[in-house]
């Protein structure tokens, strides 16, 4: 008879030699089984009553023979939901075999035509505007927009606006028409104002952060009951604008780390005598630092070429720029601006589109000066204004509530519906 041990020897050799012998069996058990890409087969959309196929296979970002994973269609989801004219999206997927993932799309589109009534107080007309605004989304179905606001009350003017964000593919252009009627008393000098323009512009999308636009611009102006100094007056502006935009903000308006940087140039009254130009540039951080919360910082140079017209002119000085300091006050050609802000939010919500809901508080430097063109840097001195405040976050709107001073010690106290940048 065998002993225990000598046939616990025996199994333990049969099982050396069976591993040899024999494949591996990891294939035959599905816990053991090695993962294999699956691929992206099928995709049909469903649900859409106006939005074109092709918009939704762009906006989507997914084509057939794609990697599939659930992360790439969570991702092309939230792309198609940040869409302003999809309500929402959900996504079904089938899998037909066992390397190919069938995906079906179902889409809610959202309401196309919005109207609103606008109500604003306006410190460049000193008054307040008010008014009604229609727009129709994804006109014709090709993710175009179609706008009209008119204006009563302390400013009288209506504007039209279109606009199509990705055109002509594969060169993927933007296109936008703009016409606008305007008429008002000028808030800095005592004359009349009536301005009159269409633009259109072409753009690109030149990385994830990057774009550029350039656009032609007819325009007239009038002046009016100006007296001596102003005489009444019929002006012709044509213009050529230069765009170049960088923005890597991760919420557009309540960022809290990113930049955002752009360069203009305007080159007005093109074939007259007394042509001009206009340079800007324009830099604004943002950093998420632990106890401080957000670091804001921005600095901005305004350039020109040749003396301006008067309505062109810098005029610095409120809530937009120089806080603290008399409305309108600091004028010239040309300006250099910087500010400095620690703002800390106490509730905040991020939403889609770069909007949020919350309240914080925040402290603020300002810096700046305007100066005549050909007089120099140095031939104004810097003026600065200090100070804190409450803000409140709505949608787009930032609601901020300041105590100012300026190197005078004069306090005044600020509204305004929006950051200075």
């Not at 225990?4 to 050799?13: E, K």
Request: glycine share 8%; net charge negative; charged share 25%.
């Amino acid at each position: 008879m065998f002993s225990r041990s000598s046939i616990c020897r025996a199994l333990c050799a049969l099982c050396l030699v069976s591993a040899f012998l024999y494949p591996r069996a990891s294939a035959q058990n599905p816990f053991l089984e090695r993962k294999h890409d699956r691929h992206i087969g099928k995709i049909q959309f469903v649900g859409a009553k106006v939005t074109k196929q092709y918009i939704l296979e762009r906006g989507l970002g997914l084509a057939r023979g794609d990697l599939y994973s659930w992360a790439a269609v969570t991702d092309a989801r939230e792309r198609l939901e940040s869409l302003s004219f999809i309500e929402y999206v959900v996504i079904e997927e089938d899998f037909p075999d066992a390397d190919t993932v069938d995906l079906l799309v179902t889409v809610n589109e959202d309401d196309r035509l919005i109207w609103a009534p606008h109500a604003a107080y306006e410190r460049r007309h000193d008054h307040y505007v008010v008014g009604l605004d229609f727009a129709m989304r994804n006109l014709r179905g090709r993710h175009e927009t179609l706008g009209v606001r008119s204006s009563w009350w302390g400013k009288h003017g209506y504007q039209a606006h279109w606009d199509n964000p990705r055109i002509l593919d594969p060169a993927s252009l933007s296109l936008r028409a703009d016409i606008s009627w305007e008429s008002y008393k000028f808030r800095f000098e005592p004359f009349d104002f009536r301005d009159l323009f269409f633009e259109f512009g072409v753009g690109r999308q030149l990385g994830p952060w990057l774009k550029a636009e350039v656009a032609g611009q007819l325009r007239e102006v009038v002046l009016e009951d100006g007296g001596t100094a102003f005489p009444d007056a019929i002006q012709r502006d044509d213009a050529v604008l230069l765009w170049l935009e960088h923005d890597s903000r991760d919420l557009r308006f309540y960022p809290s780390k990113g930049i955002h940087a752009w360069a203009a140039a305007r080159f007005g009254r093109l074939g007259e005598e007394r042509s001009y130009e206009v340079y800007r540039l324009h830099l604004a951080a943002f950093w998420n630092i632990p106890y401080v919360d957000i670091l804001a910082a921005r600095v901005e140079q305004r350039l020109s070429g040749s003396p301006l017209p008067v309505y062109e002119r810098s005029f610095l000085g409120g809530p937009q720029d120089l806080r603290g300091i008399d409305f309108g006050s600091i004028e010239g050609d040309q300006h250099f601006l910087a500010s400095f802000e620690i703002r800390r939010p106490i509730f905040l919500m991020k939403l889609l589109e770069g909007r949020a809901l919350g309240v914080g508080v925040h402290a603020f430097h300002d810096w700046g000066k305007a100066y005549e063109h050909g007089a120099g840097f140095d031939s104004a001195a810097i003026v600065r204004s200090w100070g804190a405040g409450i803000h409140f976050n709505f949608n787009t709107r930032n609601l901020r509530l300041e105590w100012a001073r300026n190197e005078d010690g004069d306090d005044s106290v600020l509204f305004e519906d929006n950051f200075s940048f």
